[in-house]
């Protein structure tokens, strides 16, 4: 407890970078060798959109009954099929999903006693305004032509798609403007990323 009364704060890292980064790779890491609580707005997402959770019924009530599987979930697919190919829609869905998932990670912070260390990973933690509730931002980053391979390699998807959603997120330069760190993992030695990390954790954990 401070001073005035106030409940100290967690460290809270948030986590963001292009596709294809290793985003993942870096989470891993912190979890084993900090014991880092991960909170993925991704993860999240999809835990609100089960049936009885918070976004399932409005999507529903958005969307109608036609993206839903026989079992009452969501078919993913259908909805991916549906969103994607109509930029309102995309939106509708954004409004539904965002809000609910930061309002849920607030929630579990607030779990969390002084001692914890948390990381906030999020492809929108930026644009959606998570830095605002961190300490410090990480830029995860990889140079274009590695995480095409990447991306083609273990998700298969085609060059073309890879460029069409890179075309959709934030550029590297802003990237870097707003964030505090940026952990180059564009090496395939993953160590040499690692050595990034425990030096930025050796600065803002001391106890690390």
């Known amino acids: 407890m401070q001073p005035d009364g106030r409940k100290e704060k967690a460290k809270i890292i948030g986590l ?13 890491y912190l979890k084993e060798h900090y014991g880092a609580c991960i909170l993925e707005a991704d993860k999240i997402g999809h835990h609100l959109q089960r049936p009885g959770e918070a976004c399932w019924k409005r999507i529903i009530e958005t969307f109608g009954t036609e993206i839903l599987k026989e079992d ?3 078919d993913r697919g259908r909805l991916g099929a549906l969103v994607y190919a109509d930029r309102r829609k995309m939106e509708q869905l954004n409004a539904i999903v ?16 002084s001692m ?3 990381v906030i990973e999020a492809a929108l933690l930026l644009e959606d ?16 032509e ?8 273990s998700r298969g998807y085609s060059q073309e798609k890879v460029h069409q959603i890179m075309s959709n997120q934030l550029g590297e330069e ?7 760190v940026v952990i180059d993992n564009s090496s395939e030695d993953v160590t040499r990323a690692w050595a990034q990390v425990e030096e930025q954790i050796s600065c803002c954990i001391p106890c690390a």
């Not at 970078?17 to 989470?27: D, M, P, R, Y």
């Not at 965002?98 to 006693?113: Q, Y």
């Open 16 to 28: 963001t970078g292009g596709v294809g980064a290793g985003k993942s790779t870096i989470l891993s």
């Open 72 to 74: 009452g979930s969501l």
């Open 98 to 113: 965002h809000p609910a998932v930061k309002a849920r990670i607030l929630e579990t912070i607030e779990s969390f006693d």
């Open 116 to 118: 914890s260390f948390i």
């Open 129 to 144: 305004h998570y830095d605002e509730i961190c300490d410090e931002v990480w830029y995860i980053y990889a140079d274009e």
């Open 146 to 153: 590695t995480r095409t391979r990447r991306l083609m390699k």
């Open 174 to 180: 802003e990237f870097r403007r707003r964030c505090q």
